[in-house]
């Protein structure tokens, strides 16, 4: 009886597998919160920023399906590869990235903090990047995830971008490792503000002020000269007239060490880990990938490319995270 429970088991799922896949090989989104502020026709996907992938693979997929329905606590870390289906490029994929695109590098923290000219520079390319930045929508990913921890499979969610898509999809469970771009912060009295309001305050400082950017780098950010922004006029925080900066860690800063501590608590909870979208380059997330592995929790990874973390990986697909993880059915194995 049991073995032939296995059995049923096994075709049940190969049946669920070959009746997702559509004949071009691709997955449909299955079920959409509905309380989130987008819908599966709302998502969008744009491949301009993705970088080329092999056709999915059923077995590999059979494989994290196994994965994800072994696991009661999913944990699950986020990256850039996650976002750029929606439109934003990342920095490091072969040939799409910012890395490989141009010669530019992110702004430095330490620089931003010297510098107002530095700080000048960033807010002018920021501003005139923020509209197509902040109308950017979650895709496919980031809905089928926001599904998984409305279903109770998702235990927490680690994202490594500061775009706010997770949140746009829906999800509560949910840290901002390296932040979020929709806040800024003020250096002088921490006072948090939305990043639109001070849009505004941009426009009424510099009416009339407008440049044609030379192309989109990631973060909001555009490429623009530096004659372009020389006039650019910056304001200060409303309340005590200090630095105002993105809620945002820059490149050479750390995170904040409660918010680490937080997440290496959520982490203790869970009893398996997955990466999305991320070439774990960056210590600050590839930590947990380390902690996890001492603690011997499974680990899968879905990224196009490279990562830092290959050796920990029980299961690994080089497919996009839109086209891998609407296929997967967040359910535990005692419901199949």
Partial sequence: MILLQHVLCALINKMRFLFKLSAAGECRLLTVNSRNSSSAAEAVSTLAFVPASAPLDTTELEDLQDFVSRSKRLFVITGAGVSTESGIPDYR?????????????????TDFLKSAKVRQRYWARNFVGWPQFSSHHPNHAHLALSNWERLGKLHWLVTQNVDALHSKAGHQR?????????????????????????QHRFTSLNPGWSQEAGGVAPDGDVF???????????????????????????????????????????LAEADALLVAGSSLQVYSGYRFLLAAHEKKLPIAIVNIGLTRAEHMAWVRLSARCGEVLPCILPLSQRYY
């Fill in 224 to 266: 623009l000269t530096d004659e372009q922004v020389q006039h650019f006029r910056v304001p200060g925080c409303k309340g005590c007239g200090a630095v105002l900066k993105p809620d945002v860690t820059f490149f050479g800063d750390t995170v904040d060490r409660d918010k680490v501590r937080y997440v290496h608590e959520r």
């Fill in 174 to 198: 949910v840290t901002e490792l390296h932040g979020c771009a929709h806040r800024v912060v003020c250096l002088g009295c921490g006072a948090l503000t939305a990043r639109s309001e001070l």
């Fill in 93 to 109: 994929s072969e040939g799409v990235g910012l890395y490989a695109r141009t010669e530019r590098r992110p702004i430095q923290h």
